[in-house]
């Protein structure tokens, strides 16, 4: 298992002052960039020009969390970019097979998420296609909601297969998490987390990162 990396979403960052808020978090693992279309989600955030503009703003790596519909079409395009990590829901994806391998084969980390209500089961046979797996925390479209502790058992299954699998998949939380929640995502088995609220909430949000990554080691 890999240890904790922290990743804080720009989600809860001034939109305004978005090269001022990165740097705020020099100090994390990667930033997380939610992509929302207003249909797979009821809530509208980001797209490609402003991701482009990310990418030459920061020299930490990008970790693009696509909450859209189509993903088939889009999500090679994030990779393109040369986005580290581009992870697309399983809930929208044609052929997630096929897209995993279209993610690698242009040097991006590829990843996928499952929304709180679905199963893992049906996924893990694909576990080698994929770099991380996703487990949604909270329904998927606004920061600040509270932790799913009904996702815990996921986790654990989660874990289970993986290390069963003898993989390298990165298992990421995403939701809720803060210096209350973040043990026992971490204790399930969870090894990489996203914090929105819980960083840029914090007056000091290198002291946030360190503490969250202290928390999860
Ligand atoms: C929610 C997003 C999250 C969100 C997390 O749909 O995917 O990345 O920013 O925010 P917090 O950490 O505040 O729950
Ligand atoms: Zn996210």
């Known amino acids: 298992m890999i240890s904790p990396r922290i990743h804080p979403s720009i989600l809860s960052a001034d939109f305004a002052n978005l090269a001022t808020e990165l740097s705020r978090i020099s100090s994390a693992d990667a930033v997380h960039v939610d992509v929302m279309d207003n249909h797979f989600v009821p809530n509208l955030t980001i797209g490609l020009p402003v991701v482009k503009s990310l990418r030459a703003a920061t020299e930490l790596p990008l970790d693009i969390h696509l909450m859209i519909e189509d993903p088939d079409t889009w999500a090679p395009q994030y990779a393109e970019l040369g986005c580290e990590s581009v992870t697309f829901h399983a809930e929208a994806a044609g052929a997630p097979i096929r897209l995993a391998r279209e993610l690698r084969a242009q040097g991006s980390r590829s990843a996928m998420a499952l929304k709180p209500a679905t199963g893992i089961e049906p996924y893990l046979d694909m576990l080698g296609e994929l770099d991380m797996l996703l487990l949604m925390t909270v329904e998927p479209g606004f920061g600040g909601q509270s932790f799913l502790d009904l996702i815990l058992p996921k986790i654990r299954r989660a874990r289970k297969a993986v290390d069963d699998q003898g993989g390298t998949v990165a298992l990421q939380v995403d939701g809720g998490i803060s210096a209350e ?19 840029y909430s914090a007056p000091d949000a290198a002291a946030a990162i360190a503490q969250l990554r202290s928390l999860a080691g």
Do not use: L, P
């Not at 929640?181 to 960083?199: M, N, Y």
């Open 181 to 199: 929640t973040i043990q026992r995502a971490a204790e399930a088995g969870a090894d990489t987390f996203v914090a929105g609220s819980a960083v």
